[in-house]
Nanobody, 122 residues
């Protein structure tokens, strides 16, 4: 399985971006999926997750109300709509998939994407 993250870029504070994560190699319709991020010098952290059906979503407190995670199983793709971006959102953003039924953590990930850079200027 390969996960390809895209949609990152350089934006200003307050702008929006939409990240996409396309899966290839097999269908991920039975996998939970999630976005993580890693800023320089910091550990990788959970941002948002979504169940295999899309019925359950999970968010870190620092993005609630600003970001929306979604998925389209027919396209084998997951999305993250990011609004009201802040400079502290600057990081490499990773998509991931795992068979765990609940909120994914680093320890429950089976597949990682390669990461896409998001830079938010003040």
């Amino acid at each position: 399985v390969q996960l390809q993250a895209s949609g990152g870029g350089l934006v200003q504070a307050g702008d929006s971006l939409r990240l996409s994560c396309a899966a290839s190699g097999r269908t991920l319709s039975s996998y939970g999926m999630a976005w993580f991020r890693q800023a320089p010098g910091l550990e990788r952290e959970f941002v948002a997750g979504i169940s295999w059906s899309g019925e359950s979503t999970y968010y870190a407190d620092f993005v609630k109300g600003r970001f929306t995670i979604s998925r389209d199983n027919a396209k084998n793709t997951m999305y993250l709509q990011m609004n009201s971006l802040k400079p502290e959102d600057t990081a490499v953003w990773y998509c991931a998939a795992g068979r765990y039924a609940g909120r994914l953590t680093i320890g429950t990930i089976d597949y990682w994407g390669q990461g896409t850079q998001v830079t938010v200027s003040s």
